[in-house]
């Protein structure tokens, strides 16, 4: 299969997982921070295909960390975005120190899998 196909694919199915974690009250709101940063990692990965994967770690990191920090800037105009669904969904709401953990576990599971033993293609 080819690269980008495979990582639309698994960009595809981790929004889909994610979406699906906020639907089961069984599961911990938790698992939909590591699926954010996981699919993150996926669309860093499709975009710079030819780059190490040190390089879409790197990125896939400061993107996320970025987007958490921002939580702590309550502007009128950003507040008001956060307040649709896709301001919910990338911005999200407010900032806490354990959804930086998430994030790097997150990248972690996304580098495990495109990598890893589950990987199919050597990258």
């Not at 770690?57 to 920090?69: D, H, K, M, N």
């Not at 959804?99 to 050597?122: A, P, Q, R, W």
């Amino acid at each position: 299969m080819r690269p980008r196909i495979r990582y639309l694919i698994l960009i595809l199915s981790t929004i889909i997982a994610g979406l699906l974690s906020r639907h089961f009250k069984f599961i911990p709101l938790f698992v939909g921070d590591i699926l954010w940063a996981q699919m993150v990692y996926f669309i860093v990965r499709f975009l710079f295909i030819s780059k190490p994967v040190k390089f879409i770690v790197i990125g896939s990191l400061l993107f996320c960390y970025a987007i958490e920090f921002s939580q702590l800037y309550q502007a009128p105009w950003i507040n008001e975005l956060r307040h649709t669904l896709f301001g919910r969904l990338v911005l999200g709401a407010g900032f806490l120190w354990s959804d930086m953990l998430c994030y790097t576990v997150g990248v972690g599971i996304g580098v495990f899998i495109d990598c890893g033993k589950l990987s199919t293609e050597s990258t």
